[in-house]
């Protein structure tokens, strides 16, 4: 018997990525590409996505990442059905990832809304993220939750410790979550 061998592709070996944006020219598609075709990825550092890439892209394959930190762009008003529908696909997308200890949706123009962390739009489609220690959307002064979204994040993520983000309500402090800098300040 001969055992045939096929050579291995780059992104079937790659376990820990890091683009840095500011060295290519045009990044659409570049991590829809990377994650949807390296499946044993376990870090990952990349630049823009938007939430249309992700809801019209392929399944992402990456499911053991442990790290993610991207620049989710915003394309669509969530507050429409076809937003919310787009909502819950990104969030269905995550979701898949029940490996993720960190988790920053980074913002680099901070003026711009992220993704809404709230039930109706599919916040519950990320309850197998048992491992989630972090989850941050740096730079952004917009992120908010509610009360039900709070209670939520602190009974299906047993182990969350650190939290960068607007919130409207202290609910994550007693639970002994670290609320970052954006969060204490808009806060008073």
Known sequence: MVWKTRPQKLCETV?????????????????????????????FVGPKITMTEI???????????????????????????????????VFKQLGKLTQLQSLKLIKVDSRKR????????GLDELANL??????SFSNNCFQ????????????NWPRIK?????????????HNIYIGYWAKRLRK
């Open 114 to 121: 992220t993704l809404d962390l709230r039930l109706r739009t």
């Open 15 to 43: 376990e820990s990525l890091m683009i840095n944006e500011r060295n290519i020219v045009d990044v659409d598609g570049i991590v829809q590409a990377i994650l949807s075709n390296c499946p044993r990825l376990k870090k």
């Open 55 to 89: 809801a019209n892209g392929a399944e992402w394959v990456s499911t053991g990442l442990t790290m993610l930190e991207i620049d989710l762009e915003i394309d669509t008003d969530q507050e429409t059905t076809e937003g919310m529908e787009k909502t819950r696909s």
């Open 144 to 155: 908010e939750i509610d009360l039900e979204e709070a209670t939520w994040i602190v009974e």
């Open 162 to 174: 650190y939290w960068n983000g607007n919130m409207m309500c202290n609910i994550l402090a007693p």
């Open 130 to 135: 048992k491992w989630l220690r972090l989850l």
